[in-house]
C-alpha cells in the first residue's frame, strides 16, 4: 500500500510539472543597450516586452568585465520563451562572449534567467566596440 500512495504521489507532482510547462507562454522583446568601457565596462537601456497583447516597460543594466574597449549602442529584437506572467522576463542574464564591432555590426545572442526565461535576440551594434568578457545583463520590469 505504502509504495502505491508513492506511486501516486510521484505522478501528481509529474503531472503538475508537465501542466506548468504546457502553460508556459511567450512574446516578443525589444531592447536597446548602451554600451561602453575600458576594461571594466557597463551597459544601460530600455526596451518593451508585448505579452498577451499587452506591452510592458523593461529597464536593462550591466557589468562587463574583461577586454572591453569602446562604445556601442545595440538595437536588439527577438523573442521570448517559457514565461506564465510579464514579470517572469525580470532577473539577471549572464553570458561570455566576444565581438568586435567597427561601425554597424550584427549581433544575435541566446539568454536565460533564474526563472527559466529564454531570450532568443538579434540586431545591429552601431559603434566602435572589441570585447572578450563576462557580463551580466539585468532587466526590471518599470
Known sequence: MKIASTARAVLVVLAACLSTAAQADGGTVVLTIYKAGWII??????????FRGRSYALSTGGLDYGLVFGGSKTVLRGRVSNINRPSDVAGVYGAAGAGLAVGRGARA?????????VLELTGTQVGLMANADLS???????
Open 109 to 117: 545572442i541566446v539568454l536565460t534567467n533564474q526563472k527559466g526565461a
Open 136 to 142: 551580466g545583463l539585468a532587466i526590471t520590469m518599470r
Open 41 to 50: 565596462g557597463g551597459s544601460g537601456g530600455s526596451g518593451t516586452l508585448n
